[in-house]
């Protein structure tokens, strides 16, 4: 029932035309790489100047073996503060304003990915993600389940994560998409893909010996590619192993149990 | 004096001692006359092994945590080569998975822990008396026993690797892969033992430097005016103290969950997991700035001395960090951001972030301008420290992109993280190497090789930023793993390749800094030019006692006054400091209201005049009054040793008597050597240290509640017992000797003038206390709240659990609380029988507490109810769990004040307290503390 009925929704950049001005917005790829390359380069700006800064200055005021000033600090005197406080005040006051505004314009995007119409949006798709030990189950709202993640292009995607054991943490890097699954805890989270294709999904908290190779499928199929798979798959046909669709612990059966009893091992 | 000054000369070096005696030092010939000094300290000469296992002295120390922590440097090194090499291509190669899970963890563990901390507190403990003109610090007993706990914590965790590998879930610990359900090593519990031990050692440290900094400094050195260095010290110490006690409830927790079976962290149901990660960060975001903010004073001691400027704006440096220190306990949830926390509570630790971050850039600019218009030396300490500040400003850039929400997103758990924390941390480790340059010649007396030096430092900048800047270019690899896309194969080989780069720099340190040991020049009392602090108006290596006189800054620069004069004959502003040994009797009569000792302090009222007669006429019986109450306060550590964390508690009320003991006047050390009084060996300590280690060890083995089966267990529990009882052995008997530390009264003590060491110790302490319960508290509403806090929660308790046993217990500790204060009250009167009166009933009613706390516990373990058909154990579920951990802490304190009130009551019979009611004033401190959380528990685990 959550699968749109019109599977080729436009984006959400179009969908906010109007917000798109100095706030990133779209995917979650396009606002983290305009955020990261404004901060890339203001970063490697400042890195330049202050340490060239430093050089400079070190070299400039090197020790060329003269007098010793009489005002030099000698030893047993009770500390104080050189001058130059003024300037102290002017690069304090200036880092603070870039630092602050910086991180104000990018808040603005976190409300944004943060929406609540954008994380609970009615008539998007909703999955399910389990993370267990050493993989990642997708429970679809018709009860089916899967341990490749398969979504449409083009449309905002919610996860809601979660683990029946340790804590992990779900992400799909390509996507820049990415959420803890902690035990007994649910986690929301929403992905769109304007490519389709096959992407990994891994994760990214240390969670025992199979850590490294805790990877999941992403496939990004056409909307109409997507529909039809989705119409053929029940509870009944799950790839991974028939269930409760309903998130929470439970107990493991099918290929999820063997891994989970590998797992202990760790 | 006299002997001193050549003893001294052999003081400094450690192990090195062979070499430097045959080296052509004027004094090498006399070092056999140097060591026949120490007898009247009863420490032995520094070429033994055994002067080190039995100093005190704060040098001493200092240097046995440098070392040591350079061991720690090399061991945690190596497990980061092996990382490397395994990431040179993607998937596994050298190592297995879990093996590489534990590289990763232990690397982690044994960098922060047991390297970056205890290399900084090197220093600390070698330079910040030097800087405040201190003799010692404080407690140096308890000095000594940090240094052996920490020592032997660090060996325990090298025990771990051999008991079916360490711990594997990475340095963050998180829940539930902390339980054994997933890392089912005893190697795993040994490591979380190992970290407890650590805590309890970082403890008693914080409470002895703290004591010592706010009490002991040179007159005129008010707060203000103290070092940047001993400043950093100073806000790093209060840190440890609030954080490692929420530390140390996590691993108490966490504990108990491996080794007795208690629910805390279990997987789901509740939220377990979050509770770790919020524990956890609790401490340990202030951790990042605890170990960063010693390296942040040797750059401000560095960038001073090799520029010849004084630092720009000193007192807005000192308020940002102070600032820092503060808010670093309200920042700790941008480590969670991707957990199920709100957008409210990331939108306000955004802001706190963003807020602690500020004050950081005004130190760095303050860093850079203090060069202008100065004279930069390009030394090698000077090197690492501009060095340091680099590689910091690198990894504060790169840090504002983890404080945007919307980065730190995608950067969580990738080698972004890796990379800035390696920059900032890494950055840290550099400006303290810079320190170890710095502080070499004084440490040793010798200079390094500076050509050396240099190498090091250029081969050092180049691996560094080899090793840790492609991690930024291959950012997207993910944390502690060994699978990356290959595209980044490339930058991971140069990241090796810097890393043995990196590594091979410090063998070339090691070199420089062992052959200089014996070839170096001599160094002279200053080297570097433009250094201001004491240390260096001193000879190189200080002598045991440090100054030449008393140090004072009355005068408004540093001044050695001849020992036994007045400060007040030459300015009023520094009064009270007289040398203690010479005029302490008198002192009470003409103190006014200075740091009195003890004996005047708790009896201002009356008896002044009678104490000081006392004092005068009858100092050698009165001492060895005062010396003994220890003995009480250790038998707590026995007790308290049990629970592992309270080792710290009762460590430190040893110490309390400790000085109580000394308060009064010399024995007949005084008469046959006015001058040096002090003790500066104790064996305790290490034994302590060592009973300690192996009954940790044995508890290792424990698993929910017992022991296994067969040979392996039967050895485990053999080890516990035989060490437990050799534990308390060692602790009683470190009570039973007698050991004279510093007196005062001392220079600068505001805002504790009024209270003495002893005192102020004790004060300290439960301070932390105070986070702990408080951590144990939180964690059980944390845990209650998660489940519904009324109607799930009851379904957890069975019917039997009543209110009736904890009100009983209510009234009978209140009633304990009156008869302590009605011991103190006969104390004043002198009343011996009142006095003994008041602490048998003190004691009755706390034996009550217990056996009805035990019948109670009895009663519900033995539970049949339909709802619980097996009893209401520790681990049936959460809310027994916390019922019975919180409850149980508390009842730890309960025994381990009573073992004090025993051991008062048998010193009482025989007199004492009358003249000097410090101990039972201090017991009443922690006796009404002990109360006080009961008043807390009572309400939350029996009327809620």
Redo the contacts between chains.
Sequence with gaps: MTVPADPIRPSLVALHPAQSGIIPRGTRVE??QQ??DV?LVL?TL??VV??G??VY???K????G?E??DD??????????????R???L??GL??II??S??LW??G???Y??DEATVEGGDDVQIDVVGY?FGWDFVYPNGHETSTLRVPANETVQLNVTS????H?F?V?EL?V???A??????QTWLEAEETGTYRA????????????MTAEVEVMRPSDYENWYANTSAENSSAVAGPSEI??RATAGPRASAVSQ??V? | MTDETSDPRTDGGERVRESRRGAKRTDGGTAAAGHETDHHHGLPAPSSIKRWLVTTNHKDVGILYTVTALFFLVFGGVLALLMRVQLWTPGATILEPLQYNQAVSAHGLIMIFWFLSPFAFGFANYVVPLQIGAKDLAFPRLNALSYWLYLFSGILFGVSFFQGGTFAGGWTMYAPLNLPVYTPNIGASTAVLALLLFVVSVTVSSVNFLTTMHRMRAEGLTLRRMPLFTWTILLTTWMMLFAFAALLAALMILSADRLIGTQYFAATGHAGSLLWAHLFWFFGHPEVYIVFFPALGVMAECFQTFTGKRIVGRKWFIAAMVLVALQSFLVWMHHMFLTSINLEIKTLFMATTIGISLPFDLMVFALVYTMLKGRVRFTTPFLFSFGALVLFILGGITGVFLGAVVLDYEFRGTYWVVAHFHYVMVGGITALVGGLYYWYPKMTGKMYDKFLGKLHFAMYFVGFNLLYFPMFVAWETPRRDFVYPEIYTTWHQLSTVGAFLLGASFLVMFYNLWVSLSTGEDASDNPWQFSTTTEWAIPSPPPLENFPGKPSFSSGSLEFLPDGSDAGDIEPAGPGGREPAATDGGEATTDGGEAATDGSETDADDGEDDDDGKLVTDGGRVMTDGGQPMTDDEQVVADDGTAGAADANAGVADEKATDGGTVTVYDEHAADDEEHGEDHASIWPFRIGLTSFLFLVGLSGLRQGSFPEGLEGGAYLGLTVVAGVGLLWALVGMGREEFHGLEGPFGESWPFTGINNTKLGVWIFLASDVVLFGAFVGSYAFIRVAEGWQNNWHHLIPADHVVLPGLINTYLLLTSSFTVVLALVACEKRSKWGLIGSLATTLVLGIAFLINKAMEWQHLFHVHSEAFPNGWNIGTNVASSTFYLTTGLHALHVIAGLVITLYLIARAWNGAYLDDDQPVELFGLYWHFVDIVWLFLFPLFYIL
């Design positions: 606002v983290f955020i990261f901060f970063g400042v890195g202050v340490v800064y430093m200055n070190a070299y005021y090197r020790d060329d003269g010793r000033p030099a600090p000698k030893v047993g005197e009770l500390p104080t503060g050189g001058g130059g406080g300037k102290l005040f690069s304090f880092s603070t630092v602050v910086l991180i990018t808040y995007t976190l409300l990915v943060e030990r029946e054991d340790v804590f943490t992400g890097p820049r990415k959420t803890d902690i035990p007994g805890q649910q986690t891994r994760c990214f908290e240390i969670c025992g010996a199979g850590h490294s190779y929470g612990p797992g202990v760790g």
